[in-house]
T-cell receptor
Framework: LAKTTQPISMDSYEGQEVNITCSHN???????ITWYQQFPSQGPRFIIQ???TKVTNEVASLFIPADRKSSTLSLPRVSLSDTAVYYC??????????FGTGTRLQVFP | DAGVIQSPRHEVTEMGQEVTLRCKPI?????LFWYRQTMMRGLELLIY????????DSGMPEDRFSAKMPNASFSTLKIQPSEPRDSAVYFC??????????????FGSGTRLTVV
């Protein structure tokens, strides 16, 4: 499984765009990049998954450069309710999900 | 669908007692996972099943832990005997596919276990 590195914590204010970058230098050809969100006292929730370029859904966008050695989760116009831990996971479709420590995002009013 | 349902939400037990955690996955999902979360160790995968068959239990801490999935709609995680270091939040998750589902894993609300 590819090792991932992401910031331990980030702060933001309501209405701002937040970008969380994850490094995965040893990503393999068949690996996908997946992001989960975990609110306090809840289980993680799938946000978005991608392989290359850009993926967008109603929650976030995922930007993946050509070399795929990093990825950036972009949350547009965050609100207080986006305060959570965000996990970046990299692996193949045959890999189980192994969570790292994630990035703790705190959104202030 | 009501999502992944876990019970109980909270469990307080004395050291040495048997604890059973329960999970009902989403109907139609063919994978079921048990995770444990603590402040010190984060989210750990304990075991997962595919079509009711245990596939990987390498994360189960020791023989005191056991998990079963007698049918597609029910799974249990049992700790016998329980110890204070087992105190954690235990999550059950289910998925259609190991990792290639476009919707990822669906987690339950967890069971907060406290062993005193």
């Amino acid at each position: 499984l590819a090792k991932t590195t992401q910031p331990i914590s980030m702060d933001s204010y309501e209405g701002q765009e937040v970008n969380i970058t994850c490094s995965h230098n040893n990503i393999a050809t068949n690996d996908y990049i997946t992001w989960y969100q975990q609110f306090p006292s809840q289980g993680p929730r799938f946000i978005i998954q991608g392989y290359k370029t850009k993926v967008t859904n109603e929650v976030a966008s995922l930007f993946i450069p050509a070399d795929r050695k990093s990825s950036t989760l972009s949350l547009p116009r965050v609100s207080l309710s986006d305060t959570a831990v965000y996990y970046c996971l990299v692996g193949r479709n045959t890999d189980k999900l192994i969570f790292g420590t994630g990035t703790r995002l705190q959104v202030f009013p | 669908d009501a999502g992944v349902i876990q019970s109980p939400r909270h469990e307080v037990t004395e050291m040495g007692q048997e604890v059973t955690l329960r999970c009902k996955p989403i109907s139609g999902h063919d994978y079921l996972f048990w995770y444990r979360q603590t402040m010190m160790r984060g989210l750990e995968l304990l075991i997962y099943f595919n079509n009711n068959v245990p596939i990987d239990d390498s994360g189960m801490p020791e023989d005191r832990f056991s998990a079963k999935m007698p049918n597609a709609s029910f799974s249990t995680l049992k700790i016998q005997p329980s110890e204070p270091r087992d105190s954690a939040v235990y999550f059950c998750a289910s998925s259609f596919g190991l990792r290639d589902s476009p919707y990822g894993y669906t987690f339950g609300s967890g069971t907060r276990l406290t062993v005193v």
